[in-house]
């Protein structure tokens, strides 16, 4: 992962701590502002927490009596003490979880990696349908491209309840694919569902990082409601210990029903051969894909 994303992403967690803990401070200002009577309480047992002469058997006994006057204050007077308030409470915005004894990356930090990843992700957002214009294709295939893009605004409308849950757009490079995969994230997004729009050769680099370290960065892309993976094809060529991950990432979509959408430069047979038929049966499935064939060419040269 690049070092850089890392660092920002790292700022931002680091950020989201600290304005959970500023939060909560002025919280408790305008508690004690309207109860000074528990401010001096609250001062008194941090005067005990740091006095080094009092030794530890007796800091907890005072500490816990002054804690029984804390709790009796608030009860009688039907308060409850403001509770610190995290961006995301599983890992306390400190970005990293223990599981089985080992220290992973939060689910959290991983979303904020992909986002970081794509640069272009401000050009996504405002890629919709509303945008599409279907007469910068040539006249012979514009009926074509139309019923493709009816068929993809017609999918976001109704999704999750499509009868197909997957989609795959295979053609030449510039002929729209990325440009309708952003629409579908566009609109996904703005129905409130959790989508990730990523590269395929960023896909893959956390799949290697997977592979070889063990960085759990992968949860997040098996749980999204969508999927959307751009350019499969165009990555470097990986070994075979990736090719189980990629398997594994998709296998587990599939058997979950999470919908994954894909654009390719790749034929359906080129799929087969650079992906193995176990992730090409689960990606070219007709009983739960639907392959859309563009054709054209680059619109980006004219």
């Known amino acids: 992962?690049?070092?850089?994303?890392?660092?920002?992403?790292?700022?931002?967690?680091?950020?989201?701590?600290?304005?959970?803990?500023?939060?909560?401070?002025?919280?408790?200002?305008?508690?004690?502002s309207s109860h000074p009577e528990l401010k001096a309480l609250e001062d008194s047992k941090r005067l005990i927490i740091c006095d080094p002469r009092i030794n530890k058997d007796e800091k907890t006994a005072k500490i816990n009596e002054i804690d029984k006057k804390i709790n009796a204050y608030l009860s009688e007077r039907n308060i409850v003490m403001p509770e610190i308030k995290y961006f995301c409470p599983i890992c306390s915005d400190t970005g990293y979880v223990t599981k089985n004894g080992t220290v992973e990356r939060c689910s959290c930090f991983t979303k904020l990696i992909i986002k970081e990843s794509n640069t272009d992700?401000?050009?996504?957002e405002n890629q919709n349908f509303d945008n599409f214009d279907e007469n910068i294709?040539?006249?012979?295939?514009?009926?074509?491209?139309i019923k493709i893009r009816d068929y993809c605004k017609k999918y976001t409308e109704s999704f999750p309840n499509v009868k197909r849950p997957n989609t795959v757009l295979c053609g030449n490079t510039g002929t729209g694919k990325t440009f309708l995969l952003s629409c579908i994230?566009?609109?996904?997004?703005?129905?409130?569902?959790?989508?990730?729009?990523?590269?395929?050769?960023?896909?893959?680099?956390?799949?290697?990082?997977?592979?070889?370290?063990?960085?759990?960065?992968?949860?997040?892309l098996i749980s999204a409601d969508m999927l959307i993976i751009d350019d499969m094809g165009t990555e470097p060529v990986f070994n075979?210990?990736?090719?189980?991950?990629?398997?594994?990432?998709?296998?587990?979509?599939?058997r979950n029903n999470k919908p994954i959408c894909i654009s390719t430069n790749l034929t359906p047979d080129e799929i087969k051969a650079r992906y193995t038929e176990r992730i090409a049966s689960r990606i070219l499935d007709k009983n739960t894909t639907y392959i859309l064939p563009l054709k054209g060419e680059d619109l980006r040269l004219k």
């Open 240 to 254: 075979n210990i990736t090719l189980e991950y990629t398997f594994m990432l998709i296998n587990e979509r599939v």
């Open 121 to 124: 992700d401000s050009a996504i």
């Open 185 to 220: 994230y566009h609109e996904l997004k703005k129905k409130g569902h959790s989508v990730i729009f990523i590269t395929a050769g960023k896909l893959f680099d956390i799949l290697r990082k997977y592979a070889f370290n063990k960085i759990n960065d992968i949860d997040v």
């Open 1 to 32: 992962m690049d070092a850089y994303v890392l660092e920002k992403v790292e700022e931002k967690i680091r950020g989201r701590n600290l304005r959970a803990r500023q939060n909560l401070n002025e919280r408790k200002k305008a508690l004690f």
């Open 137 to 145: 294709f040539a006249p012979e295939i514009r009926q074509d491209i």
